[in-house]
């Protein structure tokens, strides 16, 4: 996930069609794909793997640990991994690499995004006689996350992690206040207006907020807070349905928190986090790969702080959050050895993916990793890795997803409302609106 702020855009270019990509006209436009497909052995006897992924932050840094990890244990394959940057330059490249049989062997996309992606034409499936081969299995994950790497009954993605929105707290802050259990765990809360009252206590003593949140962001608690109201959103050809009153009351939230000043009004993505690192807040609400940010910057006191899941303001912990998974673009042909050495490159980051929620904060699919004990022994992760049973995937439509345009023209709304420059009922009529142009646009890769 990104470090920095709102992802921009939809997932391809205006104007390329899937027509024109699948022609081969997209390699041929001076994007510098030619001769990026399989390749066995090279200048060397090694098979090569090319992997591309969008992590270029913090948890970028715990893939490429993995990645040489993978490397010294495989001798024999040579692993070629590149990172581009993320949100819509990664699935630009993904899409116009895939179209023409010229993409990597693996790339990391997000879960959410696997429909839009056009798996049939641009991605090659995955058999369980492949996974078996590496000892994989259905059953090592979550069930309704599994189901999810699914498209027309066949198997395109699999998941790596859960990434979700979460809240982190000040350890010595919440004691002042009395938050704490016996433990030093957080308190549990059971609606809005008992979590406002945690706040309020917070604010009391900071002086300035008693929660920080990315207010650029403010599509993932919204979706949060109206899963939360067993709100659903649907979509057709030309019309969507919405619960307009669970909606508004998400909105509503927003702007209360801001009204009374418990949160601020106004805070990109670095913002957000420097108020709870200097003590403008007890809270802060942003996603789980923030971890080692905050770790760095207690410096010889990494435990400064915990985490735990999103609170209960509407009767569940429900939260939006995502995947990142691997997908195998498609291939005009294979190279010797190379699908199987990709899959066994898969199979490995599965299976070692404690290394990635213990460094990137991601909570990893994989069961028998999460379910282990020296997993549950690992603080604060263990404190939140039932958000894997909580994370709620964005609205299954083209321009929905992680660095889609939903999260950008419904982000620029709420904006307004921590801001308190929009009411949420305005506010509310305005998303539908700008949801009704959305859906109005053909999607890139159509």
Same mark, same amino acid.
């Given at each position: 996930?990104?470090?920095?702020?709102?992802?921009?855009?939809?997932?391809?270019?205006?104007? /390329?069609?899937?027509?024109?990509?699948?022609?081969?006209?997209?390699? *041929?436009?001076?994007?510098?794909?030619?001769?990026?497909?399989?390749?066995?052995?090279?200048?060397?006897?090694?098979?090569?793997?090319?992997?591309?992924?969008?992590?270029?932050? =913090?948890?970028?840094?715990?893939?490429?640990?993995?990645?040489?990890? #993978?490397? =010294?244990?495989?001798?024999?394959?040579?692993?070629?991994?590149?990172? @581009?940057?993320?949100?819509?330059?990664?699935?630009?490249?993904?899409?116009?690499?895939?179209?023409?049989?010229?993409?990597?062997?693996?790339?990391?996309?997000?879960?959410?995004?696997?429909?839009?992606?056009?798996?049939?034409?641009?991605?090659?499936?995955?058999?369980?006689?492949?996974? =078996?081969?590496?000892?994989?299995?259905?059953?090592?994950?979550?069930?309704?996350?599994?189901?999810?790497?699914?498209?027309?009954?066949?198997?395109? *993605? /699999?998941?790596?992690?859960?990434?979700?929105?979460?809240?982190?707290?000040?350890?010595?802050?919440?004691?002042?206040?009395?938050?704490?259990?016996?433990?030093?765990?957080?308190?549990?809360?059971?609606?809005?207006?008992?979590?406002?009252?945690?706040?309020?206590? =917070?604010?009391?003593?900071?002086?300035?907020?008693?929660?920080?949140?990315?207010?650029?962001?403010?599509?993932?608690?919204?979706?949060?807070?109206?899963?939360?109201?067993?709100?659903?959103?649907?979509?057709?050809?030309?019309? #969507? +349905?919405?619960?307009?009153?669970?909606?508004?009351?998400?909105?509503?939230?927003?702007?209360?928190?801001?009204? +009374?000043?418990?949160?601020?009004? #106004?805070?990109?993505?670095?913002?957000?986090?420097?108020?709870? +690192?200097?003590?403008?807040?007890?809270?802060?609400?942003?996603?789980?790969?923030?971890?080692?940010?905050?770790?760095?910057?207690?410096?010889?006191?990494? &435990?400064?702080?915990?985490?735990?899941?999103?609170?209960?303001?509407?009767?569940?912990?429900?939260?939006?959050?995502?995947?990142?998974?691997?997908?195998?673009?498609?291939?005009?042909?294979?190279?010797?050895?190379?699908?199987?050495?990709?899959?066994?490159?898969?199979?490995?980051?599965?299976? &070692?993916?404690?290394?990635?929620?213990?460094?990137?904060?991601?909570?990893?699919?994989?069961?028998?990793?999460?379910?282990?004990? $020296?997993?549950?022994?690992?603080?604060?992760?263990? $404190?939140?890795?039932?958000?894997?049973?909580?994370?709620? #995937?964005?609205?299954?439509?083209? @321009?929905?997803?992680?660095? *889609?345009?939903?999260?950008?023209?419904?982000?620029?709304?709420?904006?307004?409302?921590?801001?308190?420059?929009?009411?949420?009922? +305005?506010?509310?009529?305005?998303?539908?609106?700008?949801?009704?142009?959305?859906?109005?646009?053909?999607?890139?890769?159509?």
């Amino acid at each position: 996930m990104p470090n920095h702020p709102s992802p921009p855009g939809s997932g391809a270019e205006p104007g /390329l069609s899937r027509r024109v990509l699948l022609t081969g006209t997209a390699a *041929a436009a001076g994007l510098g794909l030619a001769g990026c497909g399989s390749v066995a052995g090279g200048l060397s006897d090694r098979t090569r793997v090319k992997q591309w992924n969008l992590l270029a932050g =913090a948890d970028g840094a715990i893939m490429t640990e993995m990645h040489g990890n #993978f490397s =010294a244990e495989h001798p024999d394959v040579e692993l070629e991994a590149t990172t @581009f940057g993320w949100g819509t330059p990664f699935y630009t490249r993904l899409v116009m690499g895939a179209s023409s049989g010229n993409a990597a062997d693996i790339a990391t996309i997000h879960l959410s995004r696997l429909k839009s992606v056009s798996p049939d034409t641009l991605l090659d499936a995955i058999t369980t006689d492949e996974l =078996a081969a590496v000892g994989i299995d259905a059953a090592d994950f979550p069930e309704k996350i599994w189901e999810k790497c699914f498209v027309d009954d066949k198997l395109y *993605a /699999l998941p790596l992690d859960t990434h979700a929105l979460v809240n982190y707290y000040n350890v010595d802050i919440c004691q002042q206040i009395g938050a704490l259990n016996a433990d030093g765990t957080l308190v549990d809360t059971t609606s809005r207006e008992a979590y406002f009252d945690v706040l309020r206590e =917070a604010k009391a003593l900071t002086g300035q907020f008693g929660t920080s949140l990315d207010t650029f962001g403010g599509w993932r608690q919204f979706w949060a807070w109206y899963r939360q109201a067993d709100g659903e959103m649907s979509f057709g050809e030309d019309d #969507f +349905e919405m619960d307009d009153d669970k909606a508004l009351q998400a909105i509503e939230t927003m702007y209360l928190m801001a009204e +009374e000043g418990l949160c601020p009004t #106004f805070a990109d993505g670095a913002q957000c986090a420097a108020n709870f +690192e200097n003590g403008a807040a007890a809270f802060v609400q942003v996603g789980n790969w923030e971890i080692n940010r905050f770790k760095l910057f207690g410096g010889d006191n990494p &435990n400064w702080f915990s985490m735990t899941e999103m609170p209960n303001f509407f009767g569940n912990r429900r939260t939006q959050g995502d995947c990142h998974s691997f997908v195998l673009p498609r291939h005009n042909a294979w190279g010797e050895g190379v699908r199987e050495a990709t899959i066994e490159y898969a199979a490995y980051m599965l299976k &070692n993916s404690f290394r990635w929620g213990e460094g990137g904060g991601h909570t990893p699919s994989y069961l028998p990793v999460t379910e282990s004990a $020296e997993y549950q022994a690992l603080q604060p992760n263990a $404190e939140y890795s039932g958000v894997v049973e909580n994370v709620q #995937f964005d609205p299954d439509v083209w @321009f929905s997803g992680s660095a *889609a345009r939903l999260f950008d023209e419904t982000g620029s709304i709420f904006l307004q409302v921590y801001g308190l420059a929009m009411k949420p009922e +305005e506010a509310l009529e305005l998303m539908k609106e700008r949801i009704y142009s959305l859906l109005a646009l053909p999607n890139p890769v159509d």
